[in-house]
């Protein structure tokens, strides 16, 4: 089955410096990438996601990219803020919908 | 993007009894799922709630001890069975309508005594 594997697990930046968090995944077949923001006590929340036909999707701050041959993708914030302090969860996917999970990147943002 | 919302929110119970979570969801959606996340860790995946027939259950989950109900397309149940410490957690359950986006439940907030 699918499994993904996440890094760094922890992440400390400067208000204002950029943070990559980067995943890579086993299932060729996989064909779905979302990013999920998980503040404490609280849902994860869906910030951006790819799909396997594009290379690159931004959205503001926040940019994803996808390399399908080497099987890994980065997301990428720029211009940190105290706001963005959360645990990050890279997932994949395929036809199935079934979410597989990285382990996580808590990113600290310090003012 | 749908609104889910689960009940309770949290709760303790001693071990050997079962608590059962609801998830409701505000839109009919396609697929439906149950997922753990343990303190401090990631979203486990715990079985595929499937509309009108037996949930499709991951590695290491079985129907004895975590069964499922799906009667309609926007409600689903996941009881967790003869509870022990070990089944201390929190579930979250999730919905897609399809197109892959999906989102979730605040989650319930299990202790288990």
């Known amino acids: 089955g699918e499994n993904v594997e996440q890094h760094p697990s922890t992440l400390s930046v400067q208000e204002g410096d950029s943070a990559v968090i980067k995943c890579t995944y086993s299932?060729?077949?996989?064909?779905?990438f979302p990013w999920y923001k998980q503040e404490l006590g609280k849902r994860p929340q869906l910030i951006i996601d790819?799909?396997?036909?594009?290379g690159e999707k931004k959205d503001q701050r926040i940019a994803v990219t996808l390399n399908k041959t080497a099987k890994h993708f980065s997301l990428h914030i720029t211009e940190t803020q105290p706001e963005d302090s959360a645990v990050y969860f890279c997932a994949a996917t395929t036809n199935t919908d079934k979410l597989i999970f990285g382990t996580g990147t808590r990113l600290q943002v310090f003012p | 993007s749908a609104v889910i919302s689960q009940k309770p929110s949290r709760d303790i119970c001693q071990r050997g009894t079962s608590l059962t979570i609801q998830c409701q969801v505000d839109?009919?959606?396609?697929?439906m799922f149950w997922y753990r996340q343990q303190p401090g860790q990631s979203l486990t995946l715990i079985a595929t709630?499937?509309?009108?027939?037996?949930?499709?259950?991951e590695s290491g989950f079985v129907i004895d001890k975590f069964p499922i109900s799906r009667p309609n397309l926007t409600f689903s149940t996941l009881t967790v069975s003869n509870m022990s410490p070990e089944d201390s957690s929190i579930y979250l359950c999730?919905?897609?309508?399809?197109?892959?986006?999906?989102?979730f439940g605040p989650g319930t907030r299990l202790t288990v005594l």
């Open positions: 790819i799909r396997s036909n594009v």
């Open positions: 839109s009919q959606v396609t697929m």
């Open positions: 709630a499937n509309q009108g027939s037996e949930a499709t259950y």
């Open positions: 299932d060729s077949a996989s064909n779905y």
């Open positions: 999730s919905a897609t309508s399809g197109g892959a986006e999906q989102f």
